[in-house]
């Protein structure tokens, strides 16, 4: 069975532009969260979307967004981008809200911002 | 304010040694606690959980000790081996929110 995808799997950015990130969870998967994994830190939460709502979010500032489609994909977009914003970016998936032990991360996408 | 703490940032192992990675943890309300091992360019992947009501699991050489009192857990990694080199992560999360709260990762390197 695929695992959770993740594309692209790199992206350099300029200051200031946009990007948007996809996931592709597993098959069956109807949760998928995003996490923003800075070098040489642990993953942080940005959002959790489940059956297209969104059901959590981070810290992060209001740049970022995120949305969910009905076969359960989701994007992650983040406006004006800032140096700051490079980072490894994991989409993570679960069968549904309380099945912990079948959270799923993807390899990510590594965004660099110059 | 950070919700997990986790030490050492590095830890060098001879092959067939014990590692031993610590996280403590503020929030009372906590009730799942899990360890993710990380390779570089790989996503975080589950290694092992546990939940409160317990104070040991061990799957395999992997086992979590679990001070509920003391808001300590740790990763003990028996008989280490140089292909358990990577970074792992302690988290955290409550209820069915489901926000993993991590740590700041451990570098582990098992020397051959």
């Known amino acids: 069975d695929a695992g959770v995808t993740q594309s692209p799997t790199h992206l350099i950015k300029t200051r200031g532009q946009q990007v948007t990130l996809r996931c592709s969870p597993i098959?069956?998967?109807?949760?998928v969260s995003w996490y923003q994994q800075v070098l040489g830190q642990g993953p942080q939460f940005i959002f959790q979307y489940y059956e297209k709502e969104e059901r959590g979010r981070g810290n992060f500032p209001d740049r970022f967004s995120a949305r969910q489609f009905p076969n359960y994909s989701s994007e992650l977009n983040v406006n004006a981008l800032l140096l700051g914003d490079s980072a490894l970016y994991l989409c993570?998936?679960?069968?549904?809200?309380?099945?912990?032990?079948?959270?799923?991360f993807g390899s990510g996408t590594r965004l660099t911002v110059v | 304010q950070q919700q997990v703490k986790q030490s050492p940032q590095s830890l060098i192992v001879q092959k067939g040694g014990i590692s031993i990675i610590n996280c403590a943890y503020e929030?009372?309300?906590?009730?799942?606690f899990p360890w993710y091992q990380q390779f570089p360019g790989k996503g975080p992947a589950l290694l092992i959980a546990i939940r409160p009501d317990v104070s040991e699991k061990k799957e395999g050489r992997f086992t979590i000790s679990f001070n509920k009192s003391a808001k300590q857990f740790s990763l003990h990694i028996m008989d280490s081996q140089p292909g358990d080199s990577a970074t792992y992560f302690c988290?955290?999360?409550?209820?069915?929110?489901?926000?993993?709260?991590f740590g700041s990762g451990t570098k582990l390197n098992v020397k051959p």
């Open positions: 929030n009372t309300a906590f009730d799942y």
């Open positions: 098959s069956g998967h109807k949760s």
């Open positions: 988290a955290a999360s409550k209820g069915n929110f489901n926000k993993f709260y």
């Open positions: 993570a998936s679960r069968t549904d809200l309380n099945n912990n032990y079948g959270y799923t």
